[in-house]
């Protein structure tokens, strides 16, 4: 089952499940976010791009992201199919069509209508006036509906965070296009195939590529209508499916899927935590008699130790040890977890 399908068979589930609990909403199946006609994009231009990584290599600095095992100069990464993660915002992958190989860049596509927005019950996920989806982490809950429902299997989550575990994406380089800076990625680009813009210019620079070079580009700017439109544009020339895009979203706002399985959060709200703290409980009780096992093990090693003592050395010898392992014992009792002896 594809993703589409996926999140249609959901949307249809969570009406359901809401008919009993919730009052029907006229707007509810049409649900889209405000379209922002003056919102910036960036268009890529698979044409131009050479593999460099340099895009790599900027989006982790500015980001304060940690740098890869494998260094940017290394190229030969770029032939592995990498997607993005909680600590690599963007990839830039190698794709062979016949004798030709193209790098293309992925990164969040900054939808018009996020699924991941109309996913996400908390409100984490936000479209901005500016084109940006942004991510407010405060609230996060770490469901990870935002993950399954991106059609671009953009968002990542930060697994080794124990504490405070947060879905990381590319942020558009908000905090730099504020000030009037461009994305760290656009600036680094040495080919020119990123362009930063107002995104209905963006399409009109696209398609007059297109128009002055019809043998050179692919009449098809990736983004313009898929998934309801995306701010990140690409340019290429060969089939976008060829370079891995999907070319099967459709042109509906991909929030009309994702909304309407939010009829079932009041349920999962009220069910989830039955089902965690069963598991909690069935792990707390394992972790008990793994506990208890170990103790009556080091039990069992003790006497044997100490009976082998009075066997060799005698009885006072034993009762020594014994008094010197009782005394060790209520000592390390009363030190705090961490303080040494």
Same mark, same amino acid.
């Given at each position: 089952?594809?993703?589409r399908?996926?999140?249609?068979?959901m949307?249809? =589930?969570?009406?359901?499940?809401?008919?009993? &609990?919730?009052?029907?909403?006229?707007?509810?199946?049409? #649900?889209?976010?405000?379209?922002?006609e003056?919102?910036?994009?960036?268009?890529?231009?698979?044409?131009?791009?050479?593999?460099?990584?340099?895009?790599?290599?900027?989006?982790?600095?500015?980001?304060?992201?940690?740098?890869?095992?494998?260094?940017?100069?290394?190229?030969?990464?770029?032939?592995?199919?990498?997607?993005?993660?909680?600590? =690599?915002?963007?990839?830039?992958?190698?794709? /062979?069509?016949?004798?030709?190989?193209?790098?293309?860049?992925?990164?969040?596509? #900054?939808?018009?209508?996020?699924?991941?927005?109309? &996913?996400?019950?908390?409100?984490?996920?936000? @479209?901005m006036?500016?084109?940006?989806? #942004?991510?407010?982490?405060?609230?996060?809950?770490?469901?990870?509906?935002?993950?399954?429902?991106?059609?671009?299997?953009?968002?990542?989550?930060?697994?080794?965070?124990?504490?405070?575990?947060?879905?990381?994406?590319?942020?558009?380089?908000?905090?730099?296009?504020? /000030?009037?800076?461009?994305?760290?990625?656009?600036?680094?680009?040495?080919?020119?195939?990123?362009? !930063?813009?107002?995104?209905?210019?963006?399409?009109?620079?696209?398609?007059?590529?297109?128009a002055?070079?019809?043998?050179?580009?692919?009449?098809?700017?990736?983004?313009?209508?898929?998934?309801?439109?995306?701010?990140w544009?690409t340019?290429?020339?060969?089939?976008?499916? /060829?370079?891995?895009?999907?070319? #099967?979203?459709?042109?509906?706002?991909?929030?009309?899927?994702?909304?309407?399985?939010?009829?079932?959060?009041?349920?999962?709200?009220? !069910?989830?935590?039955?089902? !965690?703290?069963?598991?909690?409980?069935?792990? @707390?009780?394992?972790?008990?008699?793994?506990?208890?096992?170990?103790?009556?093990?080091?039990?069992?090693?003790?006497?044997?130790?100490?009976?082998?003592?009075?066997?060799?050395?005698?009885?006072?010898?034993?009762?020594?040890?014994?008094e010197?392992?009782?005394?060790?014992?209520?000592?390390?009792?009363?030190?705090?977890?961490?303080?040494?002896?």
């Amino acid at each position: 089952m594809n993703r589409r399908k996926f999140l249609t068979v959901m949307g249809s =589930a969570g009406v359901a499940s809401a008919l009993g &609990a919730a009052t029907t909403d006229a707007d509810a199946a049409s #649900h889209t976010y405000p379209y922002y006609e003056d919102s910036y994009g960036v268009l890529h231009d698979t044409t131009r791009c050479i593999g460099c990584r340099r895009c790599e290599k900027a989006c982790q600095q500015v980001n304060n992201l940690p740098m890869p095992e494998k260094p940017f100069e290394d190229l030969s990464v770029t032939a592995t199919r990498r997607r993005t993660s909680a600590y =690599a915002w963007t990839v830039v992958n190698k794709y /062979k069509v016949g004798d030709v190989e193209i790098f293309r860049k992925l990164q969040c596509l #900054h939808c018009n209508d996020p699924a991941c927005a109309s &996913a996400c019950f908390a409100k984490c996920f936000q @479209k901005m006036p500016d084109g940006t989806v #942004h991510y407010e982490g405060s609230q996060c809950v770490g469901c990870r509906y935002c993950m399954v429902a991106c059609p671009f299997y953009v968002p990542g989550f930060q697994y080794d965070e124990a504490w405070d575990p947060l879905v990381q994406k590319c942020t558009f380089c908000q905090p730099r296009t504020q /000030k009037g800076q461009l994305p760290g990625c656009v600036e680094a680009c040495p080919m020119d195939a990123l362009t !930063f813009g107002k995104r209905k210019d963006l399409i009109a620079i696209a398609k007059k590529r297109i128009a002055e070079n019809p043998d050179k580009y692919v009449n098809y700017i990736y983004g313009e209508h898929d998934a309801g439109g995306t701010a990140w544009l690409t340019l290429s020339g060969v089939k976008p499916d /060829k370079l891995g895009m999907d070319t #099967h979203l459709g042109n509906s706002p991909m929030g009309e899927l994702t909304y309407g399985a939010l009829g079932a959060v009041p349920m999962i709200i009220g !069910f989830w935590p039955v089902v !965690f703290g069963g598991v909690y409980g069935v792990s @707390k009780a394992k972790d008990a008699y793994y506990k208890r096992e170990k103790e009556k093990a080091a039990k069992a090693a003790m006497e044997a130790a100490l009976k082998k003592v009075e066997e060799t050395q005698g009885a006072d010898a034993a009762a020594k040890v014994r008094e010197a392992l009782a005394q060790a014992q209520e000592h390390g009792c009363s030190c705090k977890h961490g303080e040494d002896a």
